[in-house]
């Protein structure tokens, strides 16, 4: 059974930083492409970033220049280092695991961010 459990989100002024966390069980980890996601009220749940086993990362348009994406794969830890945070970054961000070739596929359970102006 795999679980992921995020940490790190709360409450920030506009321009300030977060850093989210999410600890993996499990042993799929080290083979997984990691990688946030948020969902905003009334919004579909959107990509914010990913990392491949192999370190490869993508970014969605918004966040690029402000976020980073990171993992310790002795930890089985991914983090998402989130600077010059704003109002519209606020959303609740879901880990997520995956790997198509051996057909898993599992999110956290997600962790409120709210960017205050």
């Known amino acids: 059974q795999v679980q992921l459990v995020e940490s790190g989100g709360g409450l920030v002024q506009a321009g300030g930083s977060l850093r989210l966390s999410c600890a993996a069980s499990?042993?799929?980890?080290?083979?997984?492409?990691m990688g946030w996601y948020r969902q905003a009220p009334g919004k579909q749940r959107e990509l914010v970033a990913t990392i491949t086993s192999s370190g490869s990362y993508n970014y969605a348009d918004s966040v690029k220049g402000r976020f980073t994406i990171s993992r310790d794969n002795a930890k089985s830890t991914v983090y998402l280092q989130m600077n010059s945070l704003k109002p519209e970054d606020t959303a609740v961000y879901y880990c997520?695991?995956?790997?198509?070739?051996?057909?898993?596929?599992?999110w956290g359970q997600g962790t409120q961010v709210t960017v205050s102006s």
């Open positions: 499990g042993s799929i980890f080290s083979i997984a492409t």
């Open positions: 997520n695991a995956k790997r198509a070739v051996y057909a898993f596929n599992y």
